[in-house]
């Protein structure tokens, strides 16, 4: 069996619940690691983390422009860093919420998050744009 083989399984098998019935692996995302802001967003929104890392493996890279969707694609055929962007949904109560004290900068909040997943697929991040 090859190592291919493997982790498309074991990763597919992992995030069954939040792929579409259609849905194919375009790359191993290796490790998974996230920010303190990152993190800090994905409980205030309520949001779970699986979903985005199942979007992002199968190639819904989000709200990028098309130059970028045409990078993360020649990116998945050469072996280069992929990236996706995501915003995640606000509540009037979440915004308030004291957790995300350390994910907001600036003036206004930005509910997006960053995947983005090393050229060599040791790793993938889930972060905040101003932690890049």
Do not use: C
């Amino acid at each position: 069996m090859s190592a291919s083989f493997l982790w498309r399984f074991q990763v597919k098998d992992f995030l069954s619940a939040f792929l579409t019935p259609d849905a194919s692996l375009r790359f191993a995302p290796g490790r998974v690691v996230a920010t303190p802001g990152a993190l800090a967003l994905i409980h205030a929104t309520n949001s779970n983390p699986f979903a985005l890392l199942a979007k992002h493996v199968t190639g819904d890279w989000g709200e990028i422009d098309p130059e970028d969707v045409q990078t993360n694609e020649d990116a998945v055929e050469h072996g280069r860093r992929v990236l996706s962007v995501y915003r995640l949904p606000l509540q009037d109560a979440a915004k308030k919420n004291s957790a995300l004290a350390e994910a907001e900068q600036g003036d206004e909040f930005d509910n997006r998050i960053w995947l983005i997943t090393e050229a060599d697929r040791s790793v993938t991040t889930l972060l905040l744009p101003e932690e890049y």
